[in-house]
C-alpha cells in the first residue's frame, strides 16, 4: 500500500494541558499559577495518571500488533504501549485464523498436564513472566514453527520508531531545510491544515528515528528526534507525522516495529501473518509533554481529569484530614464522569485472567 498524504482539518477539539493544569490548580484552591503546594512538574505528572486511569477504564485507545512466532519459544514482548490484552488470533494462513483462548497457568496445570513442553499450533493464551515493567504473553502449545518475517515482505511500510497516534490519517512528505529540530515540508503544505498538532509522533523514515512534536508553524513543526543515526532533519529526509492508524510488530527477540499507511482501514488489512499471532489490546496514551499539547483520550473525557489529578496528588493525606476527604470526592467526581463512557457490555464479555500487562 502507497503512503499517501491525507488532509483533515479541524481536529483535536477538547483541553490543553496548560488549561488542564488551571483547572487543576482551582480544585486544589490555589491561585493561577501558584505551584508553591504542589509544583507544576507535580500537577502535571498527576494529570498524566489520570489519563492513562482513564484509558485503563473506557478502554477507549484501541491497537493492534503482530507477535511474530519463534519454533520453539513459548513467551513473547507485547507492544510497549499496551495496557491490557483484548483478545489474541492465530493465523493458520493469511485468510485463515482463529481467536485463541485466555487462560490463567494455574489453569494450565491443572487440566492441560504436560503443556510446558508440548509443541504445535497455539490454542491458548496466557499471562507470561515479567519483562522489565512489562508482563510477556505466552502461548500453549508452544509454536513449532517460524512465522512469516514481517520486516522482510510488508503489506504496508515498516519502520523503527516509538508508537503514538491520533485520529485522522497520517501525514507524510520530505525536508527541505537541513535543521536540528524543525522539519519544512518541501510542498509547503499547512501542518495544522493537515492535522497535525503538538503532541503527535514524527517519525523520521529517512534516519529512523522519532519524537513527539513540542510546536507547529505554517509548513514546519519542531521534533527533538531519539533513536535513530543521526537524529536530525537532513534535507531529502522523509518524513511522516502518526496521525492515523497504525500497528506494532514485535519478533521473538524482542525488537519492535512499526506498520501504517494513510488509507483510512487500510491498515488491518496485512497479510504477511501466516504462523503469527495478531492481537488486539487496549493501549497507553502519548504522554502529556507540552502546554499546548491536547490529551489524546476523546475530549469528552478531558474535563474529569483535574479531578483525577486531585485525587492522586491527595490521596496519600493523612487519615480523617480534610485533603483526604477532598481526595475522595475527586476521584468520586472522577469515576462518575469517566464510567459514562465505560462499554459495560464489553466488560461484561471480557475474560478476565489477565489484566496487568503493563505495570
Excluded at 146 to 170: E, H, L
Excluded at 202 to 212: E, H, I, L, P, Y
Aim: glycine share 8%; proline share 4%; hydrophobic share 35%.
Amino acid at each position: 500500500m502507497a503512503i499517501d498524504t491525507l488532509t483533515v482539518t479541524a481536529l483535536w477539539t477538547g483541553l490543553t494541558r496548560a488549561q488542564l493544569k488551571s483547572r487543576t490548580l482551582w480544585k486544589l484552591k490555589q491561585k493561577p499559577d501558584n505551584y508553591n503546594r504542589y509544583s507544576e512538574a507535580s500537577i502535571e505528572d498527576a494529570l498524566n495518571d489520570a489519563q492513562i486511569e482513564a484509558a485503563k477504564m473506557t478502554k477507549c485507545l484501541r491497537g493492534f500488533g503482530i507477535l511474530t512466532m519463534k519454533d520453539g519459544y513459548a513467551q513473547y514482548k507485547p507492544p510497549t504501549e499496551m495496557l491490557q490484552l483484548d483478545k489474541a488470533f492465530f493465523y493458520q494462513s493469511a485468510t485463515s485464523y482463529y481467536e485463541l483462548i485466555q487462560k490463567s497457568r494455574a489453569w494450565l496445570d491443572r487440566f492441560k498436564k504436560g503443556w510446558r513442553v508440548q509443541e504445535g499450533d497455539p490454542q491458548y493464551v496466557f499471562s507470561g513472566d515479567s519483562y522489565g515493567t512489562m508482563r510477556k504473553i505466552g502461548f500453549y502449545p508452544r509454536p513449532d514453527t517460524d512465522g512469516d518475517n514481517y520486516a522482510v515482505s510488508p503489506d504496508t511500510g515498516v519502520y523503527g520508531s516509538a508508537t503514538g497516534m491520533s485520529t485522522s490519517g497520517n501525514v507524510t512528505g520530505t525536508n527541505s531545510v537541513a535543521h536540528a529540530t524543525v522539519c519544512t515540508d518541501t510542498d509547503g503544505i499547512s501542518m495544522s491544515d493537515s492535522g497535525v498538532t503538538v503532541g503527535m509522533m514524527a517519525v523520521n523514515v529517512t534516519d529512523d528515528s522519532s519524537g513527539q512534536i513540542s510546536a507547529v508553524s505554517g509548513s514546519t513543526f519542531t521534533v527533538t528526534l531519539t533513536g535513530g543515526t543521526a537524529n536530525t532533519w537532513a534535507l531529502g529526509d522523509s518524513y511522516t507525522v502518526l496521525a492515523g492508524e497504525y500497528g506494532v510488530v514485535t519478533d521473538w527477540s524482542n525488537d519492535e516495529k512499526f506498520l501504517f499507511t494513510s488509507d483510512i482501514g487500510g491498515i488491518i488489512a496485512v497479510e504477511t501473518l501466516t504462523n503469527n499471532v495478531m492481537i488486539e489490546y487496549c493501549r497507553r496514551p502519548l504522554p502529556l509533554q507540552f502546554d499546548t499539547q491536547y490529551p489524546e483520550i476523546p475530549s469528552d473525557l478531558h474535563p474529569y481529569l483535574p479531578d483525577g489529578a486531585v485525587w492522586s496528588l491527595k490521596r496519600n493525606s493523612p487519615r480523617a484530614s480534610s485533603d483526604l476527604e477532598e481526595a475522595t470526592i475527586a476521584y468520586q467526581a472522577f469515576q462518575a464522569g469517566i464510567m459514562k463512557y465505560v462499554d459495560l457490555d464489553g466488560v461484561l464479555e471480557d475474560d478476565v485472567v489477565m489484566n496487568c500487562w503493563n505495570m
